[in-house]
């Protein structure tokens, strides 16, 4: 049976008084001396007491602490291996979707909540470089030239940056640093495994052409079927009898003969949709360099439409339509039904379904459309030449921008573009930090003070009345020698 404390504080009283009873009963002290005894233990007790009670606090505090430090360090570490995680599923692909760009930056938010603010610069200025080689926005040029820093490998070179900060903060104390040599010496094997390696089987045009796969519409199709395990394993020629029904009507391509002969005179040949060439390829025969084709690629049809190697036509492809692109390339798979069209198989479900010619025949037209716009932007563009200190780009195929280095001046340009009312082409001269008072600075400068600002910032130079492309680039000639002073 349990004690209350009233009570044991009652029996611990009844056997004190019992032992001094016994003390002086015995004459192991006298009155006097028991008095001093009894205080000089309670005074040993409190003492006691006191101390236990200042080294068990102590002691429940450093425990606290080190079982808090450890979960935060477990926590770092696992953010910290996530981070990376992230950052190499979002670029693995060269490219930097928007789902990418979110996932990274909540992740980056992440490590925020631990990371030491200095420490989270060094990370984003890696990570910045990371991107900017991994996923450039030009695939016009060599990857290299993204390599600002010279390194043998620099995306291993900024993973190691961002290890070397988060080790830095995982232990403050020991100030981690790669050493120079030894870094430099992996960055070099890695780099020389990389150039001595093998590629997969495949030609050099494949690989130029369709690196990987369209993950939007293979999202899509996964999705339509139920996802990846529902999908049904075949050999490239075997024809799924699911997806590719035999067709119930006969042949008739009098809508495609009637397109041929309409391109025909729009100087477009095309090539193909025989039983050699399952597919076609669609070229200029009036000086335009611009191809399309229908081809098959990694389990499904695409169509594909190439400038010459010009990011500038392949980009906003990519942005207003999805699918891929690399240098001057785009190209998308075809979409359902026709996505799971079995190799081979192309021209004979072509020649018999009207709907699928109707689809290959818009998407010709909007993609020879375009070609035929940026060509003209072109023909303008390689007119006027290069000049120093001025970028000169083509923006979504119809407009030619030319912009000047010059932070001073707002960093001035002028955008060509033809007018869609008149026809006339209008030289319209802004600048980028969209600051009128820099705008009037330069225009007093190069004598156009008396031109209007428009409500969007533009102020139109001139309106050249032809959009050939000597009357154009002439004329945007003089204005850039003009603003150069």
């Not at 006191?50 to 477990?74: C, H, P, W, Y």
């Not at 094997?189 to 590629?199: E, L, Q, T, V």
């Not at 932070?407 to 955008?415: K, L, N, Q, V």
Request: charged share 30%.
């Amino acid at each position: 049976m349990k004690l209350t404390q009233s009570k044991a504080v009652l029996v611990v009283a009844i056997l004190v008084v019992i032992a001094c009873f016994f003390a002086v009963y015995l004459r192991l002290f006298t009155g006097k001396e028991l008095w001093y005894e009894m205080f000089a233990a309670v005074l040993g007790v409190i003492i006691t007491a006191v101390i236990t009670m200042i080294l068990l606090r102590g002691q429940s505090d450093d425990d606290e602490k080190r079982e808090k430090a450890a979960k935060v360090f477990g926590e770092k570490l696992r953010i910290y291996q996530d981070y990376l995680h992230t950052l190499c599923d979002v670029i693995k692909d060269h490219s930097l979707s928007d789902e990418g760009k979110i996932r990274l930056e909540f992740q980056t938010s992440y490590v925020a909540m631990h990371c030491d603010s200095k420490y989270i610069a060094t990370v984003s200025n890696a990570v910045k470089e990371l991107i900017e080689y991994c996923c450039p926005d030009d695939d016009g040029e060599n990857l290299n030239r993204k390599n600002k820093s010279g390194s043998p490998d620099p995306l291993l070179d900024n993973l190691f940056c961002i290890v070397e900060a988060f080790r830095n903060d995982l232990y403050p104390n020991k100030n981690f640093e790669f050493d120079y040599e030894h870094k430099l010496n992996t960055l070099r094997n890695f780099s020389d495994a990389y150039r001595n390696a093998k590629s997969p089987d495949c030609n050099i045009e494949q690989k130029q052409q369709r690196i990987t796969v369209d993950l939007n519409v293979l999202s899509n199709s996964l999705v339509n079927t139920g996802g990846v395990d529902a999908l049904p394993e075949k050999k490239p020629n075997e024809q799924d009898s699911e997806q590719q029904p035999e067709t119930a009507y006969a042949e008739d391509t009098s809508m495609w003969d009637k397109a041929l002969s309409k391109w025909e005179e729009e100087y477009w040949h095309v090539e193909g949709m025989s039983d050699q060439y399952d597919g076609f390829r669609m070229t200029n025969t009036n000086g335009n360099p611009g191809v399309i084709d229908v081809g098959f690629w990694q389990g499904h049809y695409y169509i594909q439409a190439t400038y010459d190697g010009d990011s500038d036509f392949s980009k906003p492809l990519k942005w207003e339509k999805g699918g891929r692109r690399s240098y001057g390339q785009w190209w998308q798979y075809l979409a359902e039904p026709y996505y799971n069209i079995a190799e081979g198989k192309f021209v004979e479900t072509f020649k018999s379904d009207k709907e699928l010619q109707q689809y290959i025949i818009d998407n010709v037209e909007q993609l020879k459309d375009i070609i035929k716009r940026h060509h003209r932007t072109v023909t303008w563009k390689n007119g006027i030449g290069s000049y120093d200190k001025w970028k000169i780009f083509i923006w979504y195929w119809d407009m030619l921008a030319c912009e000047l280095s010059s932070e001073e001046e707002g960093t001035p340009y002028m955008d060509i573009i033809e007018d869609g009312k008149s026809g006339k082409v209008l030289i319209q001269f802004a600048n980028r930090k969209e600051d009128n008072g820099l705008l009037d600075k330069t225009l007093k400068r190069i004598g156009c003070q008396d031109k209007e600002i428009n409500a969007d910032g533009y102020v139109v130079l001139e309106k050249v009345e032809s959009t050939d492309a000597s009357a154009v680039s002439e004329r945007v000639k003089y204005w850039i020698e003009k603003i150069n002073g």
